[in-house]
């Protein structure tokens, strides 16, 4: 069966430094998004991504974050100038055009800032 | 603006009891509902959902949940809980428009002891 894929599992960082984190979603699907998970609180959405665009985006992603899916498979997630606040689970979905409201998502990628 | 409330944050039940977890949405637009479940140190597994027809929705590891237009709610139910059913559980709702974004309910902690 057909998964997201996220890389790496857990990143540690230093405070200031960038990050960027890999998502592969599944093969046929055109929508893509972000989410994270503060430890202990509710999944929070990021970003949605359609057509080499941002389709919509909270307010938490402010200008220290960025989107991209530079080839055919690849949908990254890039956080400029890491801060402690970051610290979260991040995970990616990504869905089908024809269901467009049903989400596959990744294992997630655990961002430690230290 | 739309808003998802889990009623219990924490639900312990003993083994083979049967379990419901309350959620109540609210949303000027029709949406689209689910149930996802987290595991300890894992991603979200999509449970069940309720896109369009019977309201009475079956999902995976026995679990169903009903969709009340009038109440604005989507219970999870089951009718006899296993240890393995420790875990998260999220209810959220999708947006038929925009960036389709998926917006999480707080997140129910279901305890089974034995």
């Known amino acids: 069966e057909p998964e997201v894929t996220q890389t790496p599992s857990h990143q540690v960082t230093q405070m200031g ?16 998004y972000w989410y994270r998970q ?35 498979s690849n949908f990254t997630l890039k956080i400029r100038s890491t801060k402690l606040e970051d610290s979260a689970m991040y995970f990616c979905a990504s869905s089908y055009a024809g269901t467009i409201n049903e989400q596959f998502f990744g294992p997630g990628t655990r961002l430690t800032v230290l | 603006a739309q808003s998802v409330t889990q009623l219990d944050s924490q639900v312990p039940v003993f083994e083979e009891a049967p379990v419901e977890l309350r959620c109540n949405y609210s949303s000027s637009v029709s949406v689209y509902l689910f149930w996802y479940v987290q595991y300890p140190n894992q991603g979200l597994q999509l449970l069940l959902k309720y896109l369009s027809g019977s309201t009475l929705v079956k999902g995976i590891n026995g679990f169903e949940a009903e969709f009340n237009k009038s109440q604005t709610s989507f219970h999870l139910r089951k009718p006899s809980v296993h240890i393995s059913d420790t875990a998260e559980y999220f209810c959220a709702v999708s947006l038929p428009t925009g960036g389709f974004k998926t917006i999480f309910g707080a997140g129910t902690r279901l305890f089974v002891k034995a």
Not at chain 1, 52 to 64: A, G, L, M, V, Y
Request: glycine fraction near 4%.
């Open chain 1, 17 to 32: 430094q960038e990050v960027i984190l890999r998502c592969v979603p599944i093969s046929n699907h055109l929508y893509f």
């Open chain 1, 38 to 72: 503060i430890l202990g609180q509710k999944v929070e959405f990021l970003v949605s991504f359609y057509n080499n665009e941002i389709s919509e985006k909270s307010e938490i992603f402010d200008d220290q974050f960025s989107v991209e899916r530079p080839d055919g």
